[in-house]
């Protein structure tokens, strides 16, 4: 019963980070078109492993300053000025002026936003794709 279970449950996992492998995948080529290699500090072992799925060459780097993009879920002392994508509505207030965007789940429905202001601080220009998810 248990196998059964997990031969169930598996797709489903597995088709959530290939998703949100595809997502990061198509954020990161937009925001950085021209890098061959995008280096990210990210907070959530979670989301490193679905960073590591994108395909793209990103180099997960151990400290913020030496990143390109912060990708933060929880509330950390941040000691550079690089921009932040939030894991969590809760990160995007706590950075206001640096915080590009995020991609969190909110009431069990996920969540893509960008703000217009700090994309236009940091000279980032999205796809057109994502036009709709800019406030």
């Given at each position: 019963?248990?196998?059964?279970?997990?031969?169930?449950?598996?797709?489903?996992?597995?088709?959530?980070?290939?998703?949100?492998?595809?997502?990061?995948?198509?954020?990161?080529?937009?925001?950085?078109?021209?890098?061959?290699?995008?280096?990210?500090?990210?907070?959530?072992?979670?989301?490193?492993?679905v960073?590591?799925?994108?395909?793209?060459?990103?180099?997960?780097?151990?400290?913020?300053?030496?990143?390109?993009?912060?990708?933060?879920?929880?509330?950390?002392?941040?000691d550079?000025?690089?921009?932040?994508?939030?894991?969590?509505?809760?990160?995007?207030?706590?950075?206001?002026?640096?915080?590009?965007?995020?991609?969190?789940?909110?009431?069990?429905r996920?969540?893509?936003?960008?703000?217009?202001?700090?994309?236009?601080?940091?000279?980032?220009?999205?796809?057109?794709?994502?036009?709709?998810?800019?406030?």
């Amino acid at each position: 019963m248990h196998l059964l279970i997990v031969i169930l449950l598996l797709p489903i996992l597995v088709w959530g980070i290939a998703s949100d492998a595809m997502l990061y995948r198509e954020i990161l080529e937009g925001l950085f078109p021209h890098k061959k290699i995008i280096k990210v500090y990210v907070d959530d072992k979670n989301k490193a492993k679905v960073l590591q799925e994108t395909g793209l060459f990103v180099q997960l780097v151990p400290h913020p300053d030496e990143a390109d993009l912060l990708i933060l879920s929880e509330k950390r002392r941040i000691d550079t000025n690089k921009p932040i994508f939030a894991g969590t509505y809760r990160i995007m207030t706590l950075y206001p002026k640096r915080s590009i965007g995020g991609f969190y789940w909110k009431k069990g429905r996920p969540t893509l936003i960008f703000i217009q202001s700090s994309l236009q601080r940091f000279h980032f220009r999205l796809p057109k794709k994502f036009e709709k998810y800019v406030e």
